[in-house]
Each structure stands twice: as structure tokens, then as C-alpha cells.
């Protein structure tokens, strides 16, 4: 679910921003720095909902912009633990069935959170939800783009900025520095800021029929 | 950026639909700043997904004055605004020991102050061809 937080930071105006009300302008340069980021052990933030406080704007010397300090509060996505959601599945491994819920993709579903039996189809690379009736196993197949509800379980956040030596200057990698600045992107990339892991809503059987195109026949 | 309080109010799946709407509605020359534009966009998309589109700020204050006596949570109830349950299993899922908490009778209430005070209706033509692929 959605949530406020409650934040504060200097803003920095430029000049070419002067004409706009100051408000707007510091909506503006907030909502360019936080829309759809995920901020570490907050969440992901969607855009500014209001602004609280605004303090005294100053110049510092040697910069044509303004700083103004605002406390303010965001629109962040943040499940609370045990939440139920629903969303849709973007792909399938081993490790797990991935789910999307179009503007949030870093979900995924280990193997031993699924359904018990449930077994991975090498073949179609999906899971199976080897569903027993009174009538034989039916195999309960786990499409990418269909709809599945879930259950957060746990979050974690990584914490993906640039490496800081304690000097406060990034630190540089093996290769050459010119180098270094891409292969920093990379590994930052590469790394998850925000994971949700979650399980199947395991006791709503109902649900999970909608979820999953169902194989009765031919085998 | 200094966090001060990560998380000062919950705000409902309808409360950020509205405020997303706001932003989609700013055209492309006001709204240059395509992390915003981005975000508001699949998420509203999601959102619009959800039942939150059925929603009106009158119907969620008789939602909520009408769940007052079955002593749920703020986190519960927000939940059940969120999903607007139809199935009693829903509402298990969603209510923290629910079994013991809530009697059958009460589960029904709860579905059906839900079903009165939000209707929503009901695409025939969809639930009809869901239908059709799973036989």
C-alpha cells in the first residue's frame, strides 16, 4: 500500500527556475529527484504530496542558485509485511516466479513459498501447481501475464550508491578510472534496491484458479 | 535527503489514483520531468486496475463509519478498502486470525456492508470468457 513519509532537504533552485512561484519550483526540482526512485529503507517514491515547511532561502557564494531547506512529505509504495497484493506474473525461473505490478518489478516468489507440490516444467519454463483432486493430479500451470495474488513476506533493500570511501570519495575500481564510472553503473544496476519476496496467498485456492490457466486434458 | 519519519500516514489505493490523475492531466510541455511522468503513469495504470476506480470520498467515509464495530485494524481495513473483498476466503486472508476473531455471520456482514456501500459492477462479458479458457 501507499504511505506519507515525512522528509526534509536544502533545495537547489537554478536560476533559470526564478520566474516559477518558489513553491512550485521546489515541487518541481523535488519531484525530479524522488519520482521513481526507491529510497533506501523508505521505499519507492511515487511523487511530493504537500510541503510542511519551508525554511529562510539562502545563496552561497560561487552559485547563481538559491537552497532553501523544506520539510515535506511524499507518496511512497511500501506493502506492510503480510499484505496481501495482486499482480501480474512477468516471468518464470528456478529461482522463483517473478511478479510485476507494472510500475513495481522487483518481486519475486521462491520455489519453496509456492504451492506445495509445485514443480518447475523445464519444457515451458513455468512453474506447475500439481494440484490433487479426488479424480487424479491436475497440472495447474503458472502463464506469464496471468494474474496471481500474493503475500509480501520480506523486504529487502540494498543499498546501491556509488561506493564511498569513508573520505566521502567514491571509491575507484581495478580498471582505469575513466572505465571505473561505467562499470560502477553496471554493478549498481545489477543490484536490487528494493526486493519484496512473497509467497502465494497459499490458503485462497480460489484465487489462485483465477491465477492460473488450468490443464486438464490430454495428459 | 533526510528522512524524518518514513511512514506518517497510510494513504488509500483511491487518495493516490486521485493525486496520479492530477499529474497525467499536466500536458507534456508543462511536464518535463519523465520520472514523474513515468510513474504516474504505470501506476495509475495499476490502479486502475484495482476497485479503487469505483470509489467515491462519500463511499469510503460510509465504508468505514459502517466496519467500526468489528474491532479491526487501521492496516485491515485499509486493506479491505484497497481489495474490496467479495468472497469470505478474501477476507481471511486479509484479517490476522481471522478464525478466531470474527464469527461466519460476522464475515457475511463485512461482505456485505462492502457489496452496499461500494458497489461495483460486475464486467459480464469478462467473467463469461475467463469462463470459457479454463474448461
Known amino acids: ?57 539562502y545563496i552561497i557564494p560561487g552559485d547563481g542558485a538559491s537552497h532553501t531547506k523544506v520539510h515535506f512529505r511524499c507518496v511512497v509504495f511500501r506493502p506492510t509485511i503480510e499484505e496481501i497484493l495482486v499482480g501480474k506474473i512477468k516471468s518464470s525461473s528456478r529461482e522463483g516466479v517473478h511478479v510485476t505490478l507494472g510500475f513495481f518489478d522487483d518481486i519475486v516468489i521462491p520455489p519453496e513459498s509456492l504451492q506445495h507440490p509445485s514443480r518447475f516444467d523445464e519444457g515451458e519454463q513455468l512453474w506447475v501447481w500439481e494440484y490433487e483432486t479426488e479424480d487424479g493430479k491436475h497440472d495447474l500451470f503458472m502463464d506469464s501475464g496471468e494474474e496471481i495474488r500474493f503475500r509480501v ?17 567514491p571509491l575507484k575500481n581495478d580498471a582505469a578510472s575513466s572505465s571505473g564510472a561505467t562499470s560502477d553503473n ?8 528494493y526486493l519484496l519476496t512473497m509467497e502465494k496467498a497459499h490458503n485462497a485456492v480460489v484465487f489462485l484458479m483465477t491465477g492460473i490457466h488450468m490443464d486438464t486434458g490430454n495428459d | 535527503m533526510e528522512v524524518v519519519k518514513d511512514n506518517c500516514a497510510y494513504l488509500s489505493n483511491y ?23 513515468t510513474v504516474a503513469y504505470e501506476a495509475s495504470k495499476y490502479l486502475e486496475g484495482t476497485p479503487c476506480i469505483h470509489q467515491s470520498k462519500e463511499q469510503i467515509q460510509k465504508l468505514m463509519q459502517a466496519l467500526v464495530p468489528y474491532n479491526l485494524t487501521k492496516i485491515e481495513k485499509l486493506q479491505i478498502l484497497n481489495s474490496c473483498p467479495t468472497t469470505p ?40 470468457s475467463d469462463g470459457g479458457a479454463s474448461n
Open chain 1, 1 to 57: 500500500m501507499f504511505v506519507l513519509a515525512e522528509m526534509k532537504h536544502a533545495v537547489r533552485i537554478p536560476p533559470w527556475n526564478f520566474n516559477l512561484k518558489l513553491t512550485e519550483a521546489v515541487v518541481k526540482e523535488l519531484n525530479k529527484k524522488l519520482a521513481n526512485t526507491v529510497m533506501l529503507n523508505v521505499g519507492l517514491c511515487i511523487m511530493v504530496f504537500d510541503i510542511m515547511k519551508m525554511e529562510e532561502s
Open chain 1, 153 to 169: 513476506t520480506a523486504e529487502t533493500f540494498t543499498d546501491t550508491s556509488p561506493m564511498m570511501s569513508p573520505g566521502g570519495i
Open chain 1, 186 to 193: 553496471e554493478t549498481s544496476k545489477s543490484m536490487i534496491p
Open chain 2, 15 to 37: 487518495e493516490v489514483l486521485q493525486l496520479l490523475k492530477e499529474v497525467n492531466t499536466l500536458d507534456s510541455k508543462q511536464n518535463r520531468q519523465v520520472n514523474l511522468r
Open chain 2, 89 to 128: 476466503v478474501e477476507i481471511q486472508l486479509i484479517v490476522e486470525d481471522a478464525e478466531e476473531r470474527l464469527t461466519e455471520e460476522q464475515v457475511n456482514g463485512i461482505l456485505k456492508i462492502i457489496a452496499d456501500s461500494i458497489p461495483i459492477p460486475r464486467p459480464t462479458g469478462e467473467s463469461e
